[in-house]
């Protein structure tokens, strides 16, 4: 059976944080309701990456790739400087998405 969400609650904020709020929300694909929902819960409501962004990750999973390629072509042990790049090529994709998303955040309260 499912919850029926009949309790109503009203918060104010000035023009600047509603637009905020709705753009935040729709990069989320949640309504503006659901997206408060889940940040008064605890919860982090997850962005959609753009067209570009999706691109470029889908670059950056290639080249690393092609990095593992080349690491297993040449005997992994003797080429560390191929296996040390790949350790970069991951942090950096993992602290792009991480920058991506304060980058929005920020963006969208300033």
Request: proline share 1%; glycine share 4%; charged share 30%.
């Amino acid at each position: 059976m499912e919850l029926r969400r009949n309790e109503k609650i009203t918060f104010r904020c000035t023009e600047l944080e509603k637009d905020a709020l709705a753009e935040q929300a729709a990069r989320c694909s949640l309504s503006v309701s659901e997206y408060c929902r889940s940040l008064s819960l605890g919860g982090r409501p997850r962005e959609r990456y753009t067209e570009e962004e999706r691109q470029l990750l889908r670059d950056i999973a290639q080249l690393k790739g092609t990095l593992q390629r080349l690491n297993n072509y040449f005997g992994g042990r003797q080429y560390r400087e191929v296996f040390e790049v790949l350790s970069c090529v991951k942090s950096e994709s993992l602290n792009l998405t991480s920058f991506t998303f304060d980058l929005r955040l920020a963006a969208a309260f300033s």
